[in-house]
């Protein structure tokens, strides 16, 4: 382990050499689910918790944001990031965070909190629910997919998915809960934090940021469309809080697609103190505070896992 912890120092030394590197994480699973195999259950979620805490200095975003700049940081400085709200974030993940002394950063798009699923859920869901061996979803311009096994499921989604990322902000979610429903699935679920759980976070000192009110692909509205949803977010967090909101994640957050200049300048302007991507790589003191890059840690043993990391900070994508 100390040779994972020297290694990371050597490649991001700290001061005005250094480098920021920046984890997302969305859920984390109470058992391994075979059509979210992207995202690590409660064990595998402890053993990165637990090498990150030992080989990293782990930093609140904000904190590390404003050190980054000035030149102040640690050697192999890090932060922990979640992205949407979901319930497991703080059922699951804040305990295993605590038991490690790790803090977090908890990016939530606040119009779900309390109402059940995400569309991409709806699909999942959709998917796990139906017994037939193949789905028709010619109408939705969606196209027809085999159901027999495991891995047909998870082909399924894996081209759905994307497609459906890319439909109108409206007709996605329209889609999916017509989908889901279809499929037999309830509309009510409880798969997304409530207002308690942002209490329980914050008391365990983690960070809530914003992540816009109902996750749109801000480059495919307007710009007055993407202000409101930037500010709406932000308003209703603070308002369940009771504490002012200062760090933005864009959804999505592929640059290539995304989001562009403009939603830069928006969150920028309306007041942020930093905001985050998810361009992999790592960020350093002239990366533009306002589009720093994240890596997700794919990888699900912990030799890979410890590699992966030094990769990112070596610029070996």
């Not at 759980?197 to 914003?210: P, S, T, Y």
């Not at 109902?214 to 480059?219: A, Q, R």
Request: proline letters at 6%; glycine letters at 8%; aromatic letters at 8%.
């Amino acid at each position: 382990m100390a040779l994972w912890k020297t290694a990371y120092r050597m490649l991001a030394p700290g001061g005005r050499r250094s480098k920021l590197l920046i984890f997302i994480f969305h859920q984390v699973l109470a058992e391994p689910d075979p059509l979210r195999p992207y995202e690590p259950d409660a064990e595998q979620f402890d053993w990165m918790v637990q090498h990150i805490a030992r080989n990293f200095s782990v930093l609140p975003l904000a904190e590390a944001a404003a050190r980054l700049a000035d030149g102040s940081l640690p050697p192999a400085a890090a932060c922990i990031t979640f992205d949407d709200g979901y319930r497991n974030n703080a059922e699951l993940a804040l305990p295993i965070l605590l038991r490690h002394g790790a803090v977090a950063t908890f990016f939530v798009a606040s119009s779900f909190l309390g109402q059940g699923r995400m569309w991409n859920d709806d699909l999942i869901e959709a998917v796990r629910q139906l017994g037939s061996t193949e789905v028709d979803w010619h109408a939705y311009g969606l196209g027809a997919h085999r159901l027999a096994t495991p891995a047909d499921r998870l082909q399924c989604l894996e081209t759905v998915l994307p497609r459906l990322k890319y439909f109108p902000h409206g007709d996605r979610a329209r889609v999916a809960r017509a989908i889901a429903r279809a499929a037999g699935v309830a509309d009510e679920s409880r798969m997304m934090m409530e207002a308690d759980h942002l209490a329980r976070l914050i008391a365990g000192g983690m960070e809530i940021g914003a992540h816009t009110c109902s996750h749109p692909i801000l480059s495919q509205i307007g710009r007055e469309e993407a202000r409101d949803e930037i500010v709406r977010g932000r308003s209703e967090l603070e308002r369940m809080t009771g504490r002012p909101v200062r760090l933005f994640a864009y959804p999505n957050g592929d640059t290539r697609r995304d989001l562009g200049q403009r939603d830069v300048d928006l969150v920028r302007d309306l007041g942020f103190a930093c905001a985050v991507i998810t361009d992999p790589g790592f960020a350093v003191a002239a990366t533009n505070p306002h589009m720093l890059p994240r890596f997700t840690p794919w990888d699900r043993t912990p030799g890979r896992f410890a590699m992966r990391c030094a990769m990112i900070l070596a610029g070996r994508l």
